[in-house]
């Protein structure tokens, strides 16, 4: 169990971030790499093993990385530079970047700014890319939103990624570095080539989005509500104010907006019988459970008398959404048509992007999906002060 992380720790690692304007990202964080290949754009980058400078002919700057027992084993065309506890590759200006490929097991080419940092932790490789702050949204914007998408809208994603992205940065200070580029904190494969996602997030530098209290918003999305939006506590624990359910007719013709799916009665009820003591055996029930149909969002199966959270009937049975229709079709199948795809929560990225494709601005569409928030500069934030 992961020891709780005291307030004041988590303060002092949003302000030495802010204002070293660096985040710690470990990547590959969902990978064991044992063996990865990297590549330096060239006169850009120092080397250090172990805390000493590295030479290495810089018309090459390829370099092959091997895991040897509790230590990095560093080759390049021709020659061995050495066996290493730590490797740290520094910049030596901005414009300086890197790739780095997982050879084993095989992976693409990913390329990052900053600096790398290379130990082994818990048996395994760990890199650790230290980054300005406004790279790290450019990659979250890109790897959790994609390409080919309206200005505006990657706008509103670049401020709900940096929104996310400090306010969660305490998740991983106690492993040394404060975010993983996974789903658990948030995705970032690498800083991306479409300039106008980088655009965007130079755009709208340092905002963010807080509450009343001037606090971080829980920045949450979703791929599509399927016409409306879930309320806070229907899928969480508890009751957030700016987290409201909004009917959205913006997302409905979009391509994640409609769904099916058929399953075998049996495995149906037997599920429901098994996990949720459903009366399989009462008539009224069954009828129920396969004639239901949501003409908005509900929070129960059938109704709450039975206690089926759909929620967990979309965990259990990997559905796009909670919200769905069940019908029967023939004697021993169900007939389930969805709506959306994702939790429901926050902000539906296919209704935003057509807001932003029909002209709304990015302060519009936040307002629309965030009740009673504010879009501020870190800088103001009082928690981010000297005192």
């Not at 994609?146 to 200005?151: T, V, W």
């Not at 996602?197 to 509450?211: F, M, P, Q």
């Not at 909004?246 to 409905?252: E, G, K």
Request: glycine share 8%.
């Amino acid at each position: 169990m992961r020891k709780k992380i005291p307030v004041l720790t988590l303060c002092l690692v949003l302000a030495a971030a802010l204002q070293a304007g660096n985040v710690r990202i470990r990547l590959l964080s969902d990978m064991t790499v044992s063996q990865a290949m990297l590549s330096l754009s060239a006169n850009a980058f120092t080397l250090y093993g172990d805390g000493n400078a590295v030479a290495f002919n810089d018309t090459l700057a390829v370099f092959q990385l091997q895991q040897v027992n509790d230590s990095i084993l560093v080759k390049t065309p021709g020659d061995t530079l050495g066996t290493f506890k730590q490797l740290l590759l520094q910049p030596r200006d901005e414009a300086g970047n890197f790739k780095l490929k997982p050879i084993t097991p095989l992976s693409g080419t990913r390329r990052y700014f900053g600096s790398l940092e290379l130990i082994i932790s818990g048996g395994k490789m760990c890199f650790i890319n230290e980054v300005d702050l406004e790279y790290y949204v450019a990659g979250v914007v890109e790897s959790e939103s994609g390409g080919y998408r309206a200005k505006e809208f990657y706008k509103v994603q670049a401020i709900l990624c940096r929104t996310y992205g400090l306010n969660h940065l305490g998740r991983h200070v106690q492993e040394g570095y404060e975010l993983c580029d996974g789903t658990h904190c948030q995705v970032y494969r690498r800083v991306p080539a479409d300039q106008q996602i980088l655009d965007a997030v130079k755009e709208t530098s340092g905002l963010v989005l807080v509450d009343g209290q001037l606090n971080l918003i829980t920045a949450a999305f979703h791929s599509n509500c399927g016409g409306q939006t879930v309320n806070s506590e229907d899928v969480w624990a508890s009751s957030v104010p700016y987290l409201r359910s909004v009917q959205d007719t913006f997302c409905c013709k979009m391509q994640q907006a409609k769904w099916q799916r058929k399953i075998p009665s049996e495995d149906w009820f037997g599920y429901l019988q098994a996990k949720h003591k459903f009366p399989v055996n009462d008539t009224n029930a069954v009828n129920k459970a396969t004639h239901f149909k949501q003409n908005g969002r509900q929070v129960y199966y059938c109704d709450r008398s039975y206690y089926v959270p759909l929620r967990t009937l979309r965990t259990d049975w990997q559905l796009k959404s909670t919200y769905f229709n069940v019908e029967q079709l023939g004697s021993d199948t169900l007939l389930i048509t969805g709506r959306g795809w994702g939790h429901g929560v926050g902000l539906c990225q296919e209704g935003a992007i057509q807001m932003a494709k029909r002209g709304y601005t990015y302060e519009q569409i936040l307002a629309f999906y965030y009740r009673g928030v504010s879009l501020v500069p870190m800088s103001r934030l009082a928690f981010f002060r000297e005192e």
